[in-house]
Every structure is written in structure tokens, then in C-alpha cells.
């Protein structure tokens, strides 16, 4: 199986001035596509060879995993920024009300840990199997789905996703990141969480009448295809 760089959602310059034109080339045209390319080689001839991007993150570490790891984390990334203004839906803003205060005090926490995150690494609102919403900052190519914990939203505070941009400001790229984020695409997971729940151990539902089965699927065919 060969994993396949996901394109991304949305023109090259759709996310300026956020994000610049120049950031996504480098971005996505060097940086995960470098993480794609190294974990194809990588896994040539292993036991990873056959394997999806999920069970590779939940059985393999070093090299494989980091490349793994970060294929999916930028995967991930992409979907969650938008061109365009969106809104939370109404379920999950109460749920965000009910567990931050608001959604300004959520976002206030967020950007507190992305900047707060020393070094290289992500910062993440997941869900756990208790349907509690939390912040997380992951180190390096860490992942929340290691751990089980459903993903909703991302922000890659590496300093290859802001340093042509903002140099070393990251809480300007941070500033900068909350008029992208797709509330659509956040809301649309959460709504859904529990198949997604499900999608971290089942990689494919394979339910044509299911909605969601189906923009899982999508999820993962963007990032792998069978050869
Ligand atoms: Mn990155």
C-alpha cells in the first residue's frame, strides 16, 4: 500500500494573508510530502508494507512512526483550516460552553498550550471515551489517536508552519490560525464522534448508506491507496 500526499483542500493561495502562499508550498509541497515519501521507503518490504496509517501509528516507533505520525497529524491539519468563515454548530458550541465557559475562554486555553508547547509538536482539541472535551499538546510527530482519543481540531506549532510568515512569533501565526479554522469540518467530527471513535481502531467502516462511513473512508483513501 502506498501512502499518497492528501491534497489539500483549498488553493495554495486561499488561507493568505493568514498563511501565505509560500508557507503552503513548502508546507505541504515539501514538508508532508517529505513525510510521506520517507514512510513509503521506510516501510518497503516490512511488516508495515500493507498496513493503514492508523495501524502503523498504533504498532510501529522511530523512524516509521514518526513519519507516520506526522502523514496523519498533517492530513489532519489541512482539514481543519478553511478559506472561508465558518461557524460551530450549536451542539458542539454548547458542548464547548459547558467544558471551557466559552468559546473565547476555549480559545484562549488553546492558544495558551500551542504557544506553550516547548519545542516542535501540535496542539489539539480531542474527545475522550467519556465524551469529555480536553486541550492537549503533543511533542514531535505525537498524535492523540495513539492514545485513542478522538481529534477535533489541530494546530501544527512547528516552526515550518509559520516561520516564513512570522518568523519566530508564533502567537502572531497563532492569531492568525483562529480565522481559519473550519468550525464546519470540527463540528461535522464531534457530531459524529462515535463512529470516529470506532474509525481509530477500524480504519474503514465501509457502510455505503452511512454518511460519515463515507467521509471516513474519504479521509483515509486521501491519505492511502492500494497499489
Ligand atoms: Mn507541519
Known amino acids: 500500500m502506498e501512502h499518497i500526499l492528501m491534497e489539500l483542500p483549498y488553493k495554495l493561495d486561499a488561507l493568505a494573508p493568514h498563511i501565505s502562499e509560500e508557507t503552503l508550498r513548502y508546507h505541504h509541497g515539501k514538508h508532508h510530502a517529505g513525510y510521506v515519501n520517507k514512510l513509503n521507503t521506510l516501510i518497503k518490504d516490512t ?8 495501524q502503523i501509528i498504533h504498532q510501529s516507533d522511530g523512524a516509521i512512526f514518526n513519519n507516520a505520525a506526522q502523514t496523519f497529524n498533517h492530513d489532519f491539519y ?9 461557524e460551530p454548530s450549536e451542539l458542539f458550541l ?6 471551557f465557559g466559552s468559546l473565547k475562554t476555549f480559545q484562549e486555553a488553546f492558544t495558551q498550550a500551542a504557544i506553550g508547547q516547548f519545542g516542535s509538536g501540535w496542539a489539539w ?3 475522550d471515551e ?3 472535551l480536553f486541550i492537549q499538546a503533543t511533542s514531535n510527530a505525537h498524535t492523540p489517536i495513539e492514545h ?3 481529534p477535533l481540531l489541530v494546530c501544527d506549532v512547528w516552526e515550518h508552519a509559520y516561520y516564513i510568515d512570522y518568523r519566530n512569533e508564533r502567537a502572531k501565526y497563532l492569531d492568525n490560525f483562529w480565522p481559519l479554522v473550519n468550525w ?9 464522534k462515535e463512529y470516529l471513535k470506532l474509525s481509530t481502531t477500524v480504519p474503514f467502516c465501509n457502510d455505503p448508506d452511512n454518511p460519515i462511513c463515507e467521509y471516513l473512508d474519504d479521509m483515509s483513501r486521501q491519505g492511502t491507496t492500494s497499489t
Open 184 to 192: 464546519e469540518h470540527v463540528s461535522k467530527i464531534f457530531e459524529n
Open 47 to 54: 511488516e508495515y508494507e500493507e498496513m493503514s496509517l492508523e
Open 94 to 99: 454548547k458542548a464547548l460552553e459547558e467544558a
Open 125 to 127: 482539541l480531542v474527545i
Open 148 to 150: 485513542h482519543l478522538t
Open 78 to 86: 489541512w482539514k481543519c483550516l478553511s478559506p472561508t468563515k465558518t
Open 130 to 132: 467519556h465524551e469529555k
